[in-house]
């Protein structure tokens, strides 16, 4: 089992530059206590994304990190331009020494789309596109390409990833359905859906692997996702897990409120119901290892991602959640 590290680099009530420093303060802890992956969304005009262009935040923790692995999950293609993007991927992997990792998607906001006047409704077939000029232009030295979204003629592609043919793909899942694609693309995969649903995705996702004729041994990661807050007593940890989610979740919410509209999430306005439904996690490192034994066995999971730093968690909390991840679960779970 890897442990993996997500977030999305929400307000956490502190100055901004004090909150990217934290942030890679924690990332070197995490470098040294063996994560396998920082992965970090993109978001837009909302307090839910401080860190909208990731690329430029995953620059420093290339710098402040050695060993952990690390990439946006995902970027949205369409809201950028692809030879643009094609060099800042290649950029970010040389920079790590080949550690970057390429996560994709159309972008799950319609408001966020839009305030780039990138046409929603679109993103079925754009997306797709993009992702297919990206991998042509990481794997050629010319990018010659005629599409309903993108034309090039001749464009040169100087940069070159050190990962070859390309970075690890990465794509978040929320339906079986979408794990037809991620197989077809040999991309790992991360699903924050409870374990039921989780379930479903990954058995999708290990079948259509088969059928596209993928080895047993050679299967990607299949990730879940799970608010992770511990502490040296259950009361502790679930006090601290409630305030942080509510911070986060105003967050999470806020564009949709102000259009008018519900989060098609589902997510319930207090953690508690999460917690009882086993879809994240708050107490002791005692029940968190009995919890992701549990995890492992009903999803078929061989990720875990950890969001360790939500809402107005502060750094110390934080730090408490991966100093015992660590120190006592990794090495647990890795016998």
């Known amino acids: 089992m890897k442990f993996g590290l997500f977030e999305h680099m929400d307000d956490s009530g502190v100055p901004l530059g004090q909150q990217f420093e934290d942030r890679l303060s924690l990332l070197e802890e995490c470098d040294r206590y063996g994560f396998h992956a920082y992965h970090l969304a993109e978001h837009h005009g909302t307090p839910l994304g401080l860190a909208p262009s990731p690329g430029i935040f995953l620059a420093a923790v290339a710098q ?4 952990l692995r690390f990439g946006p999950l995902a970027y949205s293609l369409p809201l950028y331009h692809p030879v643009r993007l094609i060099e800042e991927i290649c950029m970010l992997d040389q920079m790590s020494g080949g550690r970057f ?6 972008g799950v906001s319609p408001f966020e789309v839009g305030f ?4 929603p409704a679109d993103g079925s077939r754009q997306f797709p596109e993009a992702l297919r000029v990206i991998k042509q232009g990481l794997t050629s030295d010319e990018l010659t390409f005629s599409g309903e979204f993108y034309n090039f003629n001749k464009v040169p592609m100087v940069l070159k990833p050190v990962q070859r043919p390309y970075p690890p793909l990465w794509y978040g899942v929320l339906t079986p359905d979408a794990a037809y694609w991620a197989a077809l693309e040999k991309a790992h995969i991360v699903t924050l859906l409870p374990a039921d649903p989780a379930r479903a995705i990954i058995e999708r996702y290990r079948l259509e ?5 993928g080895a047993d041994d050679k299967l990607p990661l299949m990730g879940i996702s799970r608010h992770v807050v511990l502490a040296e007593s259950t009361v502790a940890a679930v006090q601290i897990a409630e305030r942080a989610y509510r911070s986060w979740l105003t967050h999470m919410e806020l564009l949709w409120v102000r259009n ?11 953690i508690g119901p999460l917690l009882a439904a086993r879809a994240a996690f708050a107490g002791t490192v005692t029940e968190f290892k009995t919890y992701l034994e549990e995890q492992i066995r009903s999803t078929g999971a061989s990720y875990f991602v950890c969001d360790v730093a939500f809402g107005d968690l502060t750094p110390k909390e934080s730090l ?14 890795a016998t």
């Open 64 to 67: 402040r990190t050695k060993r």
């Open 101 to 106: 990792e390429f996560g994709v998607g159309r």
């Open 116 to 119: 780039f006047g990138v046409n």
């Open 209 to 213: 692997w088969k059928k596209f004729g």
């Open 260 to 270: 008018g509209t519900k989060l098609p999430l589902g997510l319930p306005p207090e």
């Open 320 to 333: 408490q959640t991966i100093k015992l991840l660590g120190e006592q679960v990794i090495p647990y779970f």
